[in-house]
């Protein structure tokens, strides 16, 4: 095993000093660490071996040495015989070289003169050569300071391309074309900025200009829309035969007369202005130019898009006050007009400058800023006439744009807003004209005194009655002055309405919806809620509503004949299935109905006020024999009003009669049972029942016609029960058939006879202590009061049952 390591180790040593003697000494040190790294005391057994090789390699060195040394003595020895011979040689060539110098000396001289000789003349041709090169460089750049000089860019441009190109390329070496071809980028730059800078100067002249040029395309569009509506109108009257002269005017001949378009002869007078005779687009065109031979055509592209893009936003910008006049509007739409015109013009002008789609792009952002604008800015108008005339803008600027190629559906689409909001504005103004109609009518029937003013209403107003027709004149008709004036200005919104859908690009069928849908805003809503508030005003009394039912009777029978104009109007038949149809009639019967129970309100005010001034003796002995003042005057009031209700459709008057009974009998019955009336004689009970016949008389009488037999008394049934009852003393009657349906005194109700009699009871007792101090004595006063205490047990016996059963 020992001596198998010890192969080992010595084979390893044998490597590691081939490796030393193979190896740059620097790199030694990785070498000798290895055999530091090896087994315990290898290092001791290399240095013996590193040992042994040096004394085998100092033995070979040794041996060299001893076979060459004969041969470096030998060659030594030479070397100083060869020395003297040197020595002699060269004496004899520095004599000869001395010797051939003097004799070439003048040679010389002739030679150098004529090499200085030919140099000249080289360099003259040389000279001449080159300058023949750099001359044109030279005329090309004087051209070019000339081109700059005279603002000719375009063309300096191309001569910077050929001196950089043909010309300086030849002379590149002078240190002249090098300064100059160092110039031409900052010449370069300099016309991109002089560019530019034109630029910018014709970018503000089109803002300026820019109202001009719209307010110039809108009026030309106008012009067109205008000459193109007049002859549809020859076209459908059919009585126009349009020519064609040689000179391109258009005449029309009407039965053999030649009559020229009025608004072609203002046309032909009036110089036709396009955006090129009010705007210089020549530097957009050069810096175009310009940008294009620079390379730069992208950067100028994009910088002129991103300002009119700027441009654009501020031109979008609307002055506040701009919804308070029509002007205001105008120029907000001329300059938009301009703008766009522009930009047409630009779009069809150049090859790529602005494309279609950025044109829709700029077209759609500005779009949807311009409805907004005018959202905002419409919803301000209060004044109809200022929206109409807002619309008739909105359709010129729309067909003016639309004429360029530009998408304005959206436009009408807030035409469709603006019109309900016009419809708006008109519901208010005839709001106002409805309530001045109404404060200035008297509220009675129309005198008519001759034929021609009978014919001045019915013109005014479809009023056709065979029964009214036959009478003498003077004569009344049955609706007061409201009536046709209400008409009339019904008819006035329908013709206000329909200015609005003219110009709209919509059909009849759809106009006609319009018209009829803005007719039955009128009348359901604006009409409707003024004769709501008539009708609640305290200062209308009876007589005035009377007239208010019989005039919106009038009122809905004139519905058919607005269909009817509405259908001359827009020639749409009524029979059309999408027809809408006026809701006139359902207006006017809302304001009977209200009109109705206002006067069923107001009659039973009158009523309690009558009732008010009653001023029974509720403890007086004996009645008076008559009626009270107050029923009679009551009564009397009813009368005469009812005669009033002769005009008003029968169940009208009736339920108003019925009404006012049963609240007059009502307010009888709350009078005898007031809590703070605490006692009652016979005495008052007569007096009382004088009044109830009173009234039952009243009723009896018929005030109105149409009840069948004694229906009008029943209001009062409740009441002559309760009174009879108490007359007659009949309460033995009372109790032995209360509950039964044949009971005389059905409508008598226990709680309420209790209440009755325990005051009538007070009154009998308070009286007899005033008639005689020793009352109680008395044998009949004793009995009537023990038969008083025994009903009022029985009654209250009755009360609670009726309670405990409920």
């Known amino acids: 095993m020992a001596e198998s390591e010890t192969l080992e180790s010595i084979t390893e040593h044998e490597r590691i000093l081939q490796e030393i003697e193979s190896t740059d000494t620097a790199c030694v040190g990785p070498t000798l660490r290895s055999v530091y790294d090896d087994q315990p005391n290898a290092h001791k057994r290399f240095m013996e071996k590193l040992d042994a090789r040096i004394r085998n390699h100092d033995r070979e060195i040794e041996k060299m040495c001893n076979f060459h040394h004969q041969g470096f003595v030998d060659a030594i020895t030479e070397l100083l015989k060869v020395r003297a011979d040197a020595e002699k040689l ?43 090169l750099c001359i044109p460089v030279l005329e090309m750049y004087s051209k070019l300071k000339e081109q700059l000089e005279s603002k000719r860019y375009y063309a300096a441009l191309k001569t910077m391309e050929q001196l950089e190109n043909i010309y300086i390329p030849r002379v590149s ?52 829309r205008t000459f193109i509506s007049a002859v549809q109108k020859q076209a459908s009257l059919g009585c126009a035969k349009p020519l064609y002269s040689l000179n391109g005017r258009t005449t029309l001949q009407h039965n053999g007369l030649v009559a020229e378009d009025t608004a072609e002869e203002e046309e032909a007078d009036d110089e036709v202005l396009t955006a090129q005779d009010l705007v210089d687009f020549s ?77 829709d792009e700029l077209w759609n952002m500005a779009l949807s800023k311009i409805i907004a604008v005018l959202r905002t800015h419409s919803s301000y108008c209060n004044d109809p006439d200022l929206v109409l005339e ?20 959206r436009l009408f689409d807030l035409l469709f807003e603006i019109r309900d909001q016009y419809n708006e504005t008109l519901l208010k103004k005839w709001a106002l004209v409805f309530r001045e109609i109404f404060e200035q009518d008297n509220y009675s029937p129309i005198p008519v005194e001759n034929e021609e003013e009978y014919k001045s209403v019915v013109s005014r107003f479809p009023f056709h009655e065979a029964e009214i027709e036959k009478q003498p004149f003077p004569k009344k008709l049955p609706m007061s002055q409201s009536v046709p004036q209400i008409y009339i200005q019904v008819k006035e919104f329908i013709y ?144 005469s009003t009812f ?12 339920t108003a009669c019925m009404s006012a009974c049963k609240h007059l009998a009502t307010s009888l019955m709350q009078m005898l049972l007031d809590t703070e009336l605490k006692q009652i004689s016979m005495g008052a009970i007569q007096q009382f029942n004088l009044d109830v016949i009173q009234c039952e008389l009243f009723a009896s009488s018929e005030p109105v016609p149409g009840f069948q037999g004694d229906t009008l008394q029943l209001a009062f049934i409740d009441l002559r029960q309760l009174l009879d009852l108490f007359m007659v003393w009949d309460w033995s009657t009372y109790l032995a058939d209360y509950g039964q ?40 006063d004793r009995d009537k009061q023990k038969l008083i205490e025994t009903v009022v047990k029985q009654l209250r016996s009755l009360v609670n049952g009726m309670s405990q059963h409920s």
């Open 90 to 132: 060269m004496g004899q060539v520095t004599d000869t070289n001395r010797r051939l110098q003097d004799a070439g000396r003048e040679v010389t001289a002739q030679t150098e003169e004529v090499i200085r000789c030919r140099i000249q003349q080289r360099n003259m041709a040389t000279t001449v050569e080159k300058l023949q």
């Open 173 to 224: 070496q002078y240190r002249f074309c090098q300064i100059m071809a160092e110039t031409l980028p900052k010449l370069r730059e300099e016309i991109k900025e002089i560019s530019m800078s034109d630029l910018k100067d014709f970018l503000e002249s089109i803002r300026k200009h820019s109202d001009k040029i719209g307010e110039t395309a809108m009026r030309q569009a106008q012009q067109h």
């Open 283 to 359: 530097p957009v065109y050069r810096c175009l130019h310009i940008y294009t031979v620079l390379g730069d055509r992208e950067t100028f592209e994009n910088y002129y898009r991103k300002q009119r893009k700027k441009q654009a936003r501020l031109v979008l910008q609307p002055q506040s006050n701009m919804h308070e006049t029509v002007e205001g509007y105008r120029k907000y739409f001329n300059q938009v007009v301009g703008f766009f015109v522009v930009e047409d013009h630009i779009l069809h002008a150049t090859q790529g400058l602005v494309t279609r789609a950025f044109t």
């Open 390 to 409: 807002l619309k008739n803008l909105i359709v010129i600027f729309a067909d003016t744009l639309q004429g360029y190629g530009f998408t304005v559906n």
């Open 496 to 639: 206000a309405s329909l200015k609005f859908s003219e110009s709209l690009h919509r059909s009849s069928t759809e106009i006609d919806d319009m018209l009829r849908k803005s007719a039955n805003l009128l009348l359901t809503r604006t009409l409707s809620g003024c004769l709501q508030n008539l009708i609640k005003k305290p200062h209308i009394g009876l007589t005035e509503l009377v007239q208010i039912i019989i005039n919106t009777t009038h009122l809905e029978q004139a519905c058919k004949y607005l269909e009817d104009f509405i259908t001359n109007i827009t020639n749409v038949s009524p029979e059309t299935i999408h027809t809408t149809r006026l809701y006139g009639l359902s207006t006017f019967k809302d304001a009977r109905h209200a009109a109705e129970g206002e006067i069923y309100t107001k009659l039973n005010q009158k009523i309690d006020e009558f009732i008010q001034l009653a001023d029974y003796e509720w403890g007086m002995a004996e009645s008076d024999g008559r009626a009270s003042g107050y029923l009679m005057d009551l009564i009397n009031f009813l009368r």
């Open 643 to 654: 005669q009033v209700f002769t005009h008003l459709p029968g169940k009208v008057a009736q």
């Open 741 to 780: 349906p044949t009971s005389k005194y059905l409508r008598v109700n226990p709680s309420t006879a209790l209440a009755l009699l325990e005051k009538v009871n007070r009154g009998m007792k308070d009286t007899s202590k005033k008639n005689n101090i020793f009352s109680q004595f008395r044998k009949n």
